[in-house]
């Protein structure tokens, strides 16, 4: 317990407008320029103790705030999430996968029925000629074997051996051709 005496100097000194003031005037003159220093610094370590205890309090009502929009199983449900998206994504990349696979065997297919042309064409050879070319060549042509058998039966001997032979020599010639032609096209 307090001694009386004690009680009535702090009440006499209380009472005394400047005395507070003076008592710590009278404390900084004891004090040494180092503890001047710490008292600073530990002024500095509570003002840091203050900062310290407000960031901890926001990250408090920022973890709260967080549990109130997404539950204290947040991570949970964006990971759901995240997973029913790979999901979806994975099924869709097998879709197209899919749907591409078809549409290869559908080119191959094609390709296929008009391989044996491709195998029979050269660059080097005569590759196109027109209908209308083709079919003057062909009229010429049998024009012309006609004009050879007929001109073959007049000037022979016997006119049926002439005439067959005629036919027999425009057979053979007419294969020979077509050979030609059939290599060069």
Same mark, same amino acid.
Not at 77 to 82: L, N, V
Not at 96 to 106: A, F, I, M, P, S
């Given at each position: ?44 370590? @509570? ?84 209908? @209308? ?29 002439? @005439? @067959? ?21």
């Amino acid at each position: 317990m307090a001694s009386p005496d004690r009680n009535t100097t702090a009440a006499t000194s209380r009472a005394t407008p400047n005395a507070v003031n003076d008592l710590y005037t009278k404390i900084d003159s004891y004090t040494t320029t180092e503890e001047n220093a710490r008292h600073k610094e530990l002024i500095n370590i @509570f003002k840091l103790q203050d900062d310290i205890d407000h960031t901890k309090n926001n990250i408090t009502n920022i973890i709260n705030m967080g549990n109130q929009m997404f539950g204290t199983a947040g991570h949970n449900i964006i990971a759901d999430e995240i997973k029913k998206r790979a999901d979806e994504l994975k099924i869709k990349e097998a879709t197209l996968k899919n749907e591409r696979d078809k549409k290869q065997k559908v080119i191959a297919s094609n390709n296929r029925d008009f391989s044996d042309i491709k195998d029979k064409t050269n660059e080097s050879k005569i590759i196109f000629l027109e209908d @209308f070319t083709l079919l003057f060549l062909v009229m010429s042509y049998l024009f012309m074997a006609s004009i050879a058998v007929y001109v073959i039966t007049i000037t022979s001997d016997n006119p049926a051996n002439g @005439f @067959f032979k005629a036919i027999l020599g425009a057979i053979v010639v007419t294969i020979i051709v077509s050979m030609v032609m059939y290599n060069i096209l």
